[in-house]
Structure formats: C-alpha cells, structure tokens
C-alpha cells in the first residue's frame, strides 16, 4: 500500500533532516498529507523529510511542540484550521499564540463541508429545509462532529443567515453522526464533504449543499450555498504547513517553494483529491492572508455562541 510505503522511513540522523510535525495519529489526513509532501519535497529541499506524530489534546501538543522548536528550517507542522483559526476562539488558556509563535509557510490544501439531510426532515433541497425548520422550533437541530469545531461554527453560520436559531448536537466524530443522519435521529447535519459522499450517493442522505466558493471536484453535482442565493454562507476547512516564528524570511521562502510544488506535483494531486482534498500549495504571504480572512469570519460566529472549551 502507498501510505505503508511512504509510513516507512529511511534511517536518518535526526540532526540532518526536517521534521514535519503532526498533532494527530498516523493514517489521518494531516498525517496523510505531511508524507505525501515530505516524501516529494526531500529533492528539493537537499535534505531528508522525516513526519514525526504527535498526538493529543487536539493538535495542541504538537503545536506547543512547534512554538518551542529553534527557528532553523528543521521543523515544520502540517496542520488543520482547528489548531491554528479555531482553537485560539474556544480556549480562555492555549499554550500558543499562532500569530505569536508561529509562522506560515504554505497552504496545503482546502477541504468543503457539506450540510446534509436525513430521513429526519422530508426536505430533498436547501429551499425545502429552510422552509420545513422554520416551520417548527423543535426541528432546528443538527449534527456536527464535535463540539467547537469548525462545522460546529459553521452550522450556526447558517442558522445566521436563514434567519434561524439552529441548535448543534455534538458527536465523538463523523461515523457517529452520519449513523444518527441515516437512522432518521437527527434531521441534519454538518461535515466534512468527503465523509457523506458515499452514503448520499447511495441514496440514504442527502447533501443539500456545499461550503465551497465554487462546487467541489469530488462532488460536482452538489450545488454550493452561493449558488443557492447564501453567498455569506461560505468557510472551507483547510490543512497548512508552519514553521517556528523568528525563522528567517528566505528559509521560509525556500520552504513554501518546495511544499508547494510538492502538493501540486500530479502524482500527490492525484491522491489528494481522490480522498477529498484540494490541493493548492501557496506563498507564505497567501496562508498568512487565508489565516486573517478566518479568523475575521470565525471570531464574531463564536463570540455570538458563547462556547468555551474551558467552561
């Protein structure tokens, strides 16, 4: 199998080489796309590329990691929005500051959320829900997830913007919760696209619409909210690449360079999308204006909520 090939490193002294750090077990997708790119970027970067996980407290621990790391280009983190949009809105105490102690390198990838409907709600159509949850206080559930994560936010995002106050329902996961969709014991849900393809193809949900400024290439026949006349309901997740702050700008730069055509290169492409990833491989100065765009967008959606991780 390619991801046991590309689990499979090649002894290295570990002062030689670049640690890609991911907060996250083996087999996830940052794992997933850290390998893919560490094993195309050793050529370019003249140096081994070697992913170390580290797993726990939701990518905290590997971005603490991160932040105490010397600023020499030999440490990187591959991580998701959640660690480094997200977890700063939800938590009173972090033990980083991603604007502080971290600085971008490049965006990975993007990835759309899907809000998907069950047999809990007759609605077949966007139009259809908006007008069957308006109907009746008691049908304004829906699932995410987990709790404070970004489908969490971006449920009541839409709920902003029908008019509508939506109630999340947390999950331990996506599994989980599309069970509880396609048993009928929640009418609908957000997640990450990739997740409710099958069973929507399968006819047992149904994706109503997608989080993408423009449709997803792995779920073409899903129309967008912007589309559908929601251009204010809009917020793809994403995966990036962060180095320690204070390192130097051309260190950063020659970093960008090498993970970004790593990302784009056919063969990486090719595999990314087939398991619902975006690649887009970008300037430092891309991820670093991506990062402000969120958090502007994410900032007043979790205020307005109240959720707090230490509460």
């Known amino acids: 199998m ?17 640690r890609i750090l991911v907060g996250f077990p083996p087999g996830g997708g940052a794992d997933l796309i850290a390998r893919l790119a560490a094993d195309k970027a050793r050529d370019a970067l003249g140096a081994q590329v070697i992913v170390e996980n580290r797993p726990g407290a939701g990518g905290q621990i590997a971005a603490e990691a991160l932040k105490n790391a010397a600023p020499d280009g030999k440490t990187l983190m591959a991580s998701p929005v959640a660690v480094t949009v997200i977890a700063p809105l939800t938590h009173k105490k972090l033990a980083y500051e991603p604007e502080k102690d971290f600085a971008p390198v490049s965006l990975a990838v993007n990835f759309q959320l899907a809000f998907t409907a069950g047999p809990g709600t007759p609605a077949t159509t966007l139009a259809e829900y908006i007008a069957w949850v308006k109907g009746d206080a008691r049908r304004t559930s829906f699932g995410v997830p987990a709790a404070g994560s970004l489908p969490h936010f971006f449920g009541l995002l839409l709920g902003r913007a029908i008019g509508t106050e939506l109630v999340h329902v947390a999950y331990k996961g996506g599994a989980p919760l599309l069970n509880d969709l396609v048993g009928g014991q929640i009418p609908a849900g957000v997640d990450v696209l990739s997740e409710a393809i099958p069973q929507h193809r399968a006819g047992k949900v149904r994706i109503l619409a997608s989080s993408g400024a423009k449709r997803s290439p ?8 912007t589309e559908l006349g929601y ?7 994403w995966f990036a690449f962060h180095a320690p702050a204070r390192t130097p700008k051309a260190t950063l730069e020659r970093l960008s360079r090498a993970l970004g055509a790593a990302i784009r290169a056919p063969d990486v492409t090719e595999r990314l999308l087939k398991i619902g990833f975006e690649p887009v491989g970008s300037s430092a100065e891309e991820l ?24």
């Open 288 to 311: 670093a204006r991506r990062m402000a765009e969120d958090r502007a967008r994410w900032a007043p959606i979790v205020k307005a909520s109240g959720f707090s991780v230490d509460q």
């Open 231 to 237: 251009p204010q309901i809009q917020g793809d997740g």
């Open 2 to 18: 390619v991801l046991v090939a590309l689990t499979a490193a090649t002894p290295v002294r570990a002062q030689d080489a670049i």
């Open 218 to 225: 792995i779920a073409p026949e899903v129309p967008t909210f």
